[in-house]
């Protein structure tokens, strides 16, 4: 062998060659490559499982409690569904700095009509979201028609749909809630088929959550195998079967395991479920339709987008349009959470959803950003949230190692992609 | 420079190469794209300092050792690329001592600033005022800015990356004996270029290099042809530059009558005015005409009204008037537009080669608005086949393809529309010798499945070599038509300069 410094590429070669690593050392090295690649591909997901095991460490094991799983979930929902909506905006190559007082005023109409009105919830959550819609379309207007920067236009949203909150509740909160409408954000789905006791712990298991949990596992394995059998049709390479069955047994894991604790405590909360639709519905637009695609064209290169026939206008307008129907979703279930629609509710959210997204791989230039990303990007927060609470780390810490894990997920994805061209 | 080698992970970008650059020598370097001229220089200019290459630099017989491009400057090698490194919004003093201004203790002496600017904008041959900021002026003059500013640093040896590319006629012709003036005090200039003929005309040697190699190095004042150049350049003959044409040419598909478009922020100027035209099934109809005379503008104007103001004019297929007033309804009734600029314009280079192939025509890989991912990698292989785009599969983010498989990109884009009528603009430039055959091997096919393509080029042999006939644009108007047969360089030239005589106000730039 004269090939000193090629890489090794095969291991029995290896083995015939003393002057090379002995095969051990070769397959570590291979191992290594494997997993630096998939660190790139699933970097978040890595550092949200190395968090979680770290306040699982430092808060003795109180962090995966049934009560705190649950509690990311309930505190971080409105997070999630607003951070599909920023995904899409940060796609297209825009931002949205009013979603904080969007989610304000749109659940202060939802509040002002069921409290002073007496309307059903059903239609106050109605109203609600047509008032994030055509709030959407406005600042959808003056960004896509316009062409006003959406950083000044939303900016101004900021202000002007504060103000409109304080003015919808003349200064005061406005409350409580019918029973239905708290249940948005407090509430978990119903348990007809009872429970049975942990062989494992001291806990009642919610069965109809475990047995939702196993149905989304096959549904899952379903798809992936449909994917797989399809990609063989059309005669392509696919991952090695062993890799494609760690995965789903790795994904099948999580899940159940997840299902688990929750099961632990009341079950599935409705707010998770929401969420739950929310990402399949998201993912499906983003990965699978037309004008998922468009968005991701427009947000890459909308010159050149316009001239292959996108209507980029169009697809901004829309994205604006979205983000105002999700951060109305956000409104309803934070205003149901606190039982009140507040004049400072929602102040700061646009900071979180924002850094979500951002955490998650966005691409401040536009065109790059999935929405596992942003998901995984809100859950790394909120994680960070309860972990840091557990641990007893004051107010003013919390928000200094946050701000600190956004610039540092940032610089490495930033670092990894000018590395790779 | 000896014995230069530099990799990049995974390729030999340049291996053993010397080159030897006499005083007041104007030294060519011609290769395909990818040869690794560039590379060679930016080795020489310091971009990749002291360390990164194996081999020596000798300047003025002492060994060179530079750790960035300061260091090489101060030794009086500039290095002008590609791409102008000026800021737009800047005044043309302000561009040309940017990094040197001129003053002490960090305040700017303004009025010597100017001055001196005034001086050497005289050397290079412009008179423009020095607070013009330099968005207001030309490419060309932009480039004679860029050239002052090297001045300003007191060169003994300059080095241009394709200083021509974007310049028309008379400002190359300027550019080039802008170099013979530099010669003649002393100054050696190494010039990168894909214009042989322009090379051929002006270089004292000329360096062959391909494939990370030097080929050979021809001294040019013996005189040396054209196809000698290009044999050294792509390692064959090519008895013919153009494949041939064997046009069976049907009934007129495409008809552009009266064609009238404005300005896009001066309504009152018509940059193009009464322009009319027509191209048949399996014909290849050129546009031949100058920088500026309104090629571009026109042709985006017929493709769903995406340049100026439009003011009248028909557009119509197979006899019948169709609606072209957007860019959707344009590509709905058949029509592509491959633009000139593919980074800007044509590409979403951050996208793979997949993604930007299916983007005109995502219809054609979903059903009822979802997207079928393997349907859509199997049309991405077909046309990579066809139009043998490389690439390590269609997966592969388009900025990191070359200039010849980025435009193959973009015609598969334009190709799976399945347009009738496919509008080209310079589909050919800033690609190499081979790639362009490749491009022109396509068109031809093209036409022969009956496709009507428009053909529109800034170099005439190209035009010539490829067309069945040609329409000669100047200051926004047809000037002539004429087959093939009768077209020629000179009668070319003859037909935009008899336009210019006549048309008293000038020609719109």
């Known amino acids: 062998m004269t090939q000193q410094g090629a890489p090794h590429v095969e291991i029995g070669l290896g083995s015939a060659d003393p002057s090379r690593p002995a095969p051990t050392a070769d397959s570590g090295e291979r191992l290594l490559t494997v997993l630096r690649n998939n660190v790139r591909q699933y970097g978040m997901l890595v550092a949200l499982v190395v968090i979680i095991a770290f306040f699982q460490f430092t808060t003795g094991g109180t962090m995966l409690r049934p009560q705190n799983v649950t509690n990311v979930f309930l505190q971080n929902g409105y997070i999630i569904a607003m951070a599909l909506g920023m995904l899409l905006i940060i796609v297209s190559g825009h931002i949205d700095l009013s979603v904080g007082s969007v989610a304000a005023f749109t659940g202060a109409i939802a509040a002002v009509v069921m409290v002073d009105y007496k309307l059903d919830p059903i239609l106050a959550v109605l109203a609600a979201l047509l008032v994030g819609g055509l709030i959407g379309a406005w600042q959808g207007f003056w960004v896509a028609y316009m062409r006003i920067p959406s950083f000044i236009v939303t900016l101004s949203g900021m202000l002007l749909f504060r103000g409109l909150t304080l003015f919808m509740l003349n200064g005061q909160p406005v409350g409580p809630f019918p029973g239905s409408f708290r249940s948005i954000a407090s509430g978990f789905i119903p348990e007809p088929i009872g429970s049975i006791q942990d062989p494992l712990g001291p806990d009642q298991l919610k069965l109809t959550t475990l047995i939702l949990a196993g149905l989304l596992c096959a549904g899952l394995i379903f798809l992936d195998l449909q994917a797989r059998r399809e990609q063989l049709k059309y005669g392509f390479k696919v991952t090695p079967f062993g890799q494609f069955v760690a995965r789903n047994v790795v994904l099948i894991v999580a899940i159940m395991y997840l299902a688990y604790r929750l099961s632990a405590f009341f079950g599935l909360p409705v707010v998770l479920a929401l969420v739950l639709v929310l990402i399949a519905v998201y993912m499906f637009l983003t990965g699978r339709t037309v004008i998922g695609r468009r968005i991701y064209a427009v947000g890459g290169n909308a010159k050149a987008a316009t001239l292959s026939g996108v209507k980029t206008k169009q697809m901004v307008f829309l994205a604006f349009i979205n983000m105002g129907v999700l951060s109305a979703v956000g409104g309803l279930i934070s205003t149901a959470r606190f039982n009140s629609a507040t004049p400072k509710a929602g102040d700061g959210f646009e900071l979180d959803v924002i850094a979500a997204t951002f955490v998650g791989g966005a691409s401040a230039y536009g065109g790059i950003g999935t929405v596992a990303g942003a998901v995984i990007g809100a859950l790394v927060l909120g994680v960070l949230n309860i972990g840091m609470g557990l641990m007893g780390i004051g107010i003013d810490y919390q928000f200094a190692i946050k701000a600190l894990v956004l610039l540092g997920a940032v610089f490495v994805d930033v670092r990894g992609k000018n590395k790779d061209s | ?509």
């Open chain 2, 1 to 509: 420079m000896r014995g230069i080698t530099k990799t990049f992970p995974g390729v030999i970008a340049l291996d053993d190469v010397s080159l030897s650059v006499r005083r007041g020598e104007i030294h060519a370097l011609v290769g395909e794209n990818g040869a690794g001229k560039s590379t060679l220089m930016k080795v020489l200019s310091g971009v990749y300092p002291h360390g990164q290459y194996e081999g020596q630099i000798l300047f003025e017989g002492k060994d060179a050792q530079f750790s960035d491009i300061r260091a090489s400057e101060a030794l009086g090698i500039v290095i002008i690329h590609q791409e102008l490194a000026l800021v737009p919004q800047l005044s043309i003093t302000e561009n040309i001592f940017l990094g040197n201004e001129q003053g002490r203790r960090g305040m700017v002496d303004w009025s010597a600033a100017h001055s001196r600017a005034r001086d050497l904008l005289k050397m290079v041959g412009l008179d423009d005022l020095t607070d013009t900021p330099v968005r207001r002026l030309g490419v060309g003059k932009q480039q004679l800015v860029e050239i002052a500013k090297a001045l300003s640093k007191k060169v003994t040896l300059l080095i241009l990356d394709e200083p021509t590319a974007a310049l028309n006629e008379t400002d190359s012709q300027k550019l080039l004996s802008l170099l013979r003036g530099f010669k003649a005090q002393g100054i050696s200039s190494v010039l990168i270029s894909h214009k042989i003929k322009e090379v051929e005309s002006i270089a004292d040697t000329i360096t062959v290099i391909r494939d990370g190699r030097v080929v050979e190095s021809l001294d040019a004042s013996a005189g040396v042809t054209e196809d000698r150049i290009i044999r050294g350049m792509v390692g064959r003959d090519l008895t013919h530059r153009f494949p041939d044409r064997d046009a069976k040419v049907g009934e007129v598909v495409f008809e552009v009558r009266n064609w009238n478009v404005a300005h896009p922020i001066y309504d009152d100027r018509m940059v193009i005015k009464d322009v009319s035209l027509n191209v048949r099934a399996g014909e290849v109809v050129g546009i031949a005409g100058l920088m500026g005379a309104g090629r571009t503008e026109f042709a985006m104007s017929v493709f769903g009204r995406s340049w100026g103001r439009y003011v009248s004019g028909k557009a119509l297929k197979n006899g019948k008037e169709i609606d072209v007033s957007s860019i959707p309804n344009a590509i709905h009734n058949g029509i592509a537009y491959a633009t000139e600029d593919r980074k800007t314009y044509g590409l979403v280079l951050i996208n793979d080669v997949k993604t930007n192939i299916t983007l005109a025509n995502l219809e054609g890989i979903s059903s009822r608005s979802v997207l079928s991912v393997p349907r859509e990698i199997k049309v991405a292989n077909e046309y990579r086949d066809r139009l043998k785009i490389k690439c390590s599969s269609v997966k592969q983010s388009a900025v990191n393809l070359s200039g010849g498989n980025q435009q193959k990109v973009v015609l598969s884009k334009w190709l799976f529309a399945h347009p009738d009528v496919l509008i080209l603009d310079e589909p050919t430039r800033g690609i190499d010798v081979g790639a362009k055959f490749e491009i022109y091997t396509i068109i031809n096919r093209l036409a022969a499945e009956g496709k009507a393509v428009i053909f529109i080029s800034s170099e005439l042999p190209e035009i010539l070599g490829i067309s069945d006939r040609i329409y000669v644009m100047a200051g926004g108007q047809i000037a002539a038509e004429m087959t093939a047969a009768e077209a020629s360089q000179e009668s070319i030239m003859k037909a935009i300069m008899r336009l210019g005589r006549a048309a008293s106000e000038g020609i719109v730039a």
